[in-house]
């Protein structure tokens, strides 16, 4: 068992030898290994039925392979006709096949080299080329392959083969294949290689418009350029209308400048009238070409009537051929004999200035067999000399900021050279904005140079255009340009061109918005004179960082009004910081302490939230009834006004500030860019209300059960409790009804067991628990006893409306208990 063991590991060992061998050496057809081989160079689409050109192939042997009288037969397929009289040219240094008429069939090269390989076959003489049947023939060494070829060792037999005029088969379809058979003794390899292939089907020719001109009134400076491109031979069928271009009807083709280039395949030759015989012929009278007839101009149908040269026509009929224009050659081709593509250069004007449609001059495309793809095409660009201002984006910006960058100005050239030398544009910006940072733009041969500030206040610039475009229209964009806002401004940040190189026009170059908000919890109700404890206020920030660092944010108050202490400032959302112990009231104009300042140390990372609460203030008797509004100031909302700031991002010299180099504006020694708005946000925290004199100021207040908000003479206050109903009773906050009847919250006392509310003429207390309310001293006792919700006293209604002496009123509908005083 062990020997049987033994013998197959051998085998196995050996099998693994020979696959690796196999995989190292792969066995190509006959005897010859990989590197034997046929390779064509090109394949072409061909016709059937007539001669025709096709793909030249390699023969590459290893040297040292084939031997003097090695042969290989090559056949096409059936029915396909070759050559039968050989030979050679020795001059041009090739074997042939020629047919009876003189038409060399094929022929045979023997290179000196080859991708950096030695031909060890060193003269055309050291192969013959023989007819076997008129499809196949035979290549046959008749030298000796030699292992120097000049001063260089050689490594490869190398053979190529050209089959410059082969009958195809008529009806053939598909791949041509050159099929190689040889016998077992020869170095020739057996196989097969692709040198031609009919394609059948649809006679697709396709188009392009490789130059699109922009024009006003014709295209002769920058002619259009049309390219036709055949996907077999003969797409292009001849005759009449061979290809068609319909214009819209209000241009034409005009034939000023007319020219055909032929990109590849047959010679091409054109005119504007009928082709002839004796004047037109192809510059190798010999060879295959097509003629293209050209009609319709100054009309806005144009047609083109293709014919083919027929080498062998015989125009004097004398029997010689001389050559000529046919519809259809003697051997039955009535289009290109090798796929062939051209570029047609040719111009179009308008007719009609007032009717004609602007932007793109779109055709349509017809051939009367053949298949166009596109059937529309658009060849030009009509417009008017004039140029269009429009914006890429309007990004959200902040006001307040002093590089606010707005979104990108295109002005745009509808056609060529609408932009003259010299010419200005000016972009002017709105009120609440002046510019901080242009931009120069240049495209097509035309350029914006920027130029300065015409007027004095940093919102018009000024650009003069230098250059011309001349191909096309310039697209210009103003890019990474930036503007200082106006504190507080909102909406559309709008521009208007003007100046006299004709642009026109106002585009949105961002939407702008304040960079916090205001909220107040209250609007409540002041005297003049006398110490008021207002809502809570929220400042928000729309944005992290929207409130800059190292710098003072600012409660401002109207004059007259003021702080009567500090109150409490805290974050509740984000992480911005404060310098608390910096916080503190000033006075600004006339009023004492009307400002809280609030140092900010650092800056958000999250948007945040400022609460500012147990604000109270006083309103002397200067202010009158009306609204006492809140704003957010300081530069830490409106670097626009912040000295450092505007210094450090403007040039500026003594008080005129620079852009670019340029004067932009004058501001004063305060270096505020806007130094009549300083405001970023407001809200309303209180009305002031005083009584007219010889008038009782009557008060009507309202609770609504389940509701923690009440109302005093329509001013809605917010309460920490929400009044409710009890055994038919229904409870009220006796602070909050106190604070509806008008007293204030110096007059509302506790001292740890009974609160005290002075006001009115009168003095009332309760106890929570109690069923005893104290009026001046006199004990009256309720019904029911006073409780206590989240730390507030709350008692009946009616006996809050009994103790202040205010009449009262139950509505059963809204629920909702109205007192009146």
Do not use: C
Not at 276 to 286: L, Y
Not at 306 to 333: F, S, Y
Not at 640 to 655: A, H, L, R, S
Request: hydrophobic share 40%; no cysteine.
């Amino acid at each position: 068992m062990a020997r049987d063991l033994k013998k197959r590991g051998k085998l196995i060992s050996v099998l693994l030898v020979l696959t690796m061998l196999v995989t190292l050496f792969p066995l190509g057809a006959g005897s010859a290994l990989a590197a034997s081989e046929y390779r064509a160079l090109t394949v072409p689409s061909v016709l059937d039925g007539v001669w025709q050109e096709l793909g030249s192939v390699v023969v590459e042997i290893d040297g040292g392979t084939l031997k003097q009288g090695d042969s290989v037969n090559l056949m096409f397929p059936s029915d396909f006709v070759i050559g039968s009289i050989s030979g050679y040219d020795t001059v041009s240094g090739y074997a042939y096949l020629k047919d009876s008429a003189g038409n060399i069939t094929v022929k045979a090269f023997v290179p000196y080299s080859l991708a950096g390989k030695i031909n060890e076959l060193t003269q055309i003489t050291d192969i013959a080329l023989s007819q076997v049947s008129d499809e196949e023939f035979k290549l046959t060494v008749v030298g000796t392959p030699q292992p120097m070829n000049g001063t260089e060792p050689t490594d490869a037999s190398i053979i190529k083969l050209e089959f410059p005029r082969v009958y195809v088969d008529s009806g053939f379809d598909g791949d041509i294949k050159l099929t190689a058979t040889t016998s077992s003794g020869s170095g020739f390899p057996t196989g097969s290689v692709v040198v031609g292939r009919v394609v059948t089907g649809a006679n697709k020719v396709e188009l392009a418009a490789t130059n699109i001109p922009s024009f006003s009134d014709n295209t002769i400076d920058d002619p259009i350029k049309i390219r036709v491109t055949e996907k077999k031979p003969s797409a292009l069928d001849s005759g009449s209308e061979s290809l068609k271009f319909k214009l819209p009807s209000d241009f034409e083709w005009i034939g000023d400048g007319l020219t055909v280039t032929r990109l590849w395949g047959d010679q091409i030759v054109y005119t504007t009238g009928t082709l002839s015989d004796t004047s037109n012929k192809p510059a190798d009278p010999a060879q295959p070409a097509i003629g293209l007839e050209f009609t319709g101009f100054n009309d806005d149908e144009l047609k083109v009537n293709l014919k083919v040269w027929d080498p062998q026509k015989d125009i004097n009929n004398d029997g010689t051929p001389d050559g000529g224009w046919v519809l259809e050659t003697a051997d039955g081709r009535d289009g290109t004999y090798k796929e062939t593509a051209f570029e047609i250069k040719i111009n179009i004007a308008v007719v009609d200035e007032q009717d004609a449609q602007r932007g793109d001059v779109i055709i349509s495309t017809t051939g009367s067999k053949s298949d166009l793809t596109p059937s529309e095409l658009t060849i030009a660009e009509y417009g008017q000399y004039e140029s269009t201002l429009e914006a890429m984006d309007a990004p959200l910006l902040y006001s307040g900021q002093i590089d606010a960058r707005i979104g990108k100005v295109v002005i745009k050239e509808s056609i060529a050279g609408s932009l003259v030398e010299g010419r200005t544009i000016i972009l002017t910006l709105p009120a609440n904005a002046k510019w901080h940072k242009i931009d120069e733009d240049s495209d097509k041969g035309v350029s914006l140079e920027f130029a300065g500030f015409p007027g004095t206040d940093g919102r018009d610039a000024k650009w003069i255009v230098r250059g011309k475009s001349t191909s096309e229209g310039a697209e210009l964009v103003l890019e990474d340009m930036e503007v200082a806002l106006e504190p507080g401004s909102s909406g559309d940040l709008v521009i208007e061109a003007s100046g006299t190189a004709g642009v026109s026009g106002s585009v949105v170059v961002a939407k702008v918005e304040s960079p916090v908000t205001m909220e107040a919890s209250a609007t409540t109700e002041v005297k003049a004179g006398e110490v008021t404890e207002v809502g809570d206020l929220l400042v928000k920030e729309k944005y992290a960082g929207a409130i800059d660092d190292d710098k003072d944010l600012i409660i401002d108050l109207p004059e007259g009004v003021k702080f009567v202490a500090a109150p409490k400032v805290e974050v509740v959302e984000g992480n911005i910081k404060f310098l608390s112990g910096d916080i503190r009231t000033v006075g600004a104009s006339n009023t004492d302490d009307n400002q809280l300042v609030i140092p900010v140390d650092t800056k958000s990372s999250v948007a945040s939230t400022i609460k500012i609460s147990g604000i109270k203030i006083v309103a002397d008797r200067s202010v009158p009834d009306g609204d006492v509004i809140a704003k957010v100031q300081g530069p830490a909302v409106a670097e626009v006004n912040d000295k450092t700031e505007v210094q450090k991002e403007y040039e500026y010299d003594g008080t005129t500030l620079k852009v670019a180099g340029k004067e932009a504006f004058v501001v004063g020694s305060d270096y505020k860019i806007f130094p009549k708005t300083s405001t970023a946000a407001k809200a309303l925290i209180a009305k002031v209300v005083n009584p007219v004199p010889g008038e009782t100021g009557k008060k009507t207040a309202s609770f609504v059960i389940g509701s923690n908000t009440y109302t005093v003479n329509d001013v809605q206050s917010t309460m920490d409790v929400v009044a409710y109903t009890k055994n038919g009773r229904t409870y009220l906050p006796m602070r909050y009804a106190a604070y509806a009847l008008g007293i204030t919250p110096e007059n509302i006392l506790w001292d740890g067991r009974t609160a005290t509310f002075i006001g009115n003429g009168r003095v009332v207390q309760v106890i929570p628990g109690s069923m005893i309310m104290s009026i001046n001293g006199a004990p009256i006792t309720m019904d029911v006893p006073t409780e206590v919700v989240n730390g507030r006293i709350m008692v009946p209604f009616r006996w809050v409306a009994q103790a202040f002496g205010a009449q009262v009123d139950w509505d059963e509908a809204t629920r909702t208990v109205t007192m009146t005083l």
